[in-house]
């Protein structure tokens, strides 16, 4: 069972902000929400994750909403070299494996 | 410092062949991680180590598949009688320890393709 829903794709504006949202509205109270990023060829990136706070680093922001059921990664200026594969994850605190989904095709135009 | 790394990157082998996939992980990482993707998925966890024992082997498909990490470092994938279905790449994956607060650092993985 897919405990994340993303859309397959989008497409973004290069310099613009991206806003890639995720549906978890079956999230547990001791879950994170991370997200992992694969750009073509390469193995999977983390960014960022969060359990019900607002995060923001170097990367992304990540707002999660109050009932944590969603979640919106935000890429604030995206460039050419943000084009890949993004993947939502639910995960318990001390559980060590990574569940990935399909994930949302990000592709940033010029 | 250096990634994970991953050898070969590429492998082509026939239908009933044996392989072996090898990961150097990040040096002082003692969980090490082993995923496959099949083309237009997600990764798919296989196996993890801690230390040189296998603590979950549960993601492995079947008992042609076995993996290794005797010094608690290098690990090495090992595939039996290779199917077609093996097909797909194999990344690695490496933390200084188990758990959320330990990112998980991958290879640049092994495409394994049978013929």
């Known amino acids: 069972d897919a405990k994340t829903t993303q859309p397959p794709s989008m497409d973004c504006a290069e310099g613009r902000a991206a806003n890639l949202p995720c549906n978890h509205s079956?999230?547990?109270?001791?879950?994170?929400v991370y997200w992992y990023r694969q750009i073509h060829s390469q193995g999977p990136q983390y960014i960022i994750h969060?359990?019900?706070n607002n995060e923001t680093n170097e990367m992304a922001s990540l707002i999660i909403t109050e009932d944590r059921k969603s979640s919106t990664l935000i890429l604030p200026h995206a460039t050419l070299r943000d084009t890949a594969v993004y993947y939502c994850i639910v995960r318990v605190s001390d559980d060590y494996k990574l569940s990935f989904g399909a994930g949302t095709t990000v592709t940033v135009r010029a | 410092g250096a990634g994970v790394s991953q050898t070969p990157s590429n492998k082509v082998t026939e239908k009933g062949k044996y392989v072996e996939l090898r990961c150097d992980p990040i040096s002082g990482h003692t969980a090490l991680y082993w995923y496959r993707q099949s083309l237009g998925q997600g990764p798919e966890f296989l196996i993890y180590f801690q230390g040189t024992g296998a603590a979950d082997d549960s993601g492995l498909p079947n008992d042609r598949f076995f993996a290794v990490r005797p010094e608690g470092s290098v690990s090495t994938l090992k595939i039996q009688r290779t199917e077609r279905g093996d097909s797909a790449v194999y990344l690695c994956a490496s933390s200084l320890n188990s758990g959320r607060a330990y990112e998980q650092y991958f290879g640049p993985g092994t495409r394994l393709t049978v013929t």
């Open positions: 079956t999230i547990s109270g001791n879950e994170y």
């Open positions: 969060g359990l019900k």
